[in-house]
């Protein structure tokens, strides 16, 4: 069964290899996560098994999650997810994935899946990274200024801005995976995982932890 995890993001910090060499790394409460439903190919079309993580109230959640968090035997969780499975599960119902899924002796490789910070209203050197006007003798104040912005109206495209545009607008908040990131270190008792690089997302939001699906050469 592939391994899944939902977490929660704690931070970033760095530690020391075992050839005196400091990698940057960012640390995630991993689970415990409740199995919550079970699909397979006959009836849902695929394989895949639902995770429910972190309990929260029954006064802050509602009546159908409540009544299907009961089917599997739990109260009711904060988050959920569905991790798609390559071949029928072996877990069932109630029972709980741990960071412990993770731990080996051999290098394991993620993906990890979280929203990304809002920026709010962002400019489009912001945006997009556009290098803006010249600073110069003469130039107006229109230094972070997209430019012009109805070019292709004089291709025979017909008029007004074109859909798709790199303009200016609202940044951040959407989901991004970044693949293939190694597992440094798992603490199973306190059920932390260390991987290497930056993860998406502030501290303290949710993330979704995959095994990786793309090997490369990081990844060897």
Request: glycine content about 16%; some cysteine.
């Amino acid at each position: 069964m592939t391994a899944g995890l939902l977490g929660r993001k704690i931070g970033m910090t760095t530690v020391i290899g075992d050839k005196g060499v400091v990698e940057p790394v960012t640390v995630v409460k991993a689970g415990p996560c409740v199995v919550l439903q079970v699909k397979d190919a006959k009836t849902d079309g695929y394989d895949a098994i639902q995770l429910g993580f972190e309990d929260v109230k029954p006064h802050r959640s509602t009546k159908p999650l409540i009544g299907h968090a009961a089917k599997a035997g739990t109260g009711p969780k904060r988050a959920s997810g569905e991790i798609r499975l390559a071949e029928p599960a072996t877990a069932g119902p109630g029972d709980v994935v741990t960071v412990e899924a993770f731990a080996s002796d051999e290098a394991i490789y993620v993906d990890v899946t979280g929203e990304t910070k809002g920026r709010g209203f962002a400019g489009v050197m912001k945006r997009h990274n556009f290098g803006g006007k010249e600073a110069s003798h003469g130039v107006e104040r229109k230094h972070r200024s997209p430019g012009s912005i109805g070019g292709h109206a004089n291709l025979g495209l017909g008029r007004g801005v074109k859909k798709g545009k790199r303009m200016a607008g609202h940044m951040g908040c959407v989901n991004r995976t970044i693949m293939a990131l190694k597992v440094v270190s798992v603490d199973v008792d306190n059920d932390l995982m260390l991987i290497r690089g930056s993860v998406p997302g502030a501290n303290g939001s949710l993330v979704t932890i995959r095994s990786t699906k793309k090997v490369g050469r990081n990844t060897v």
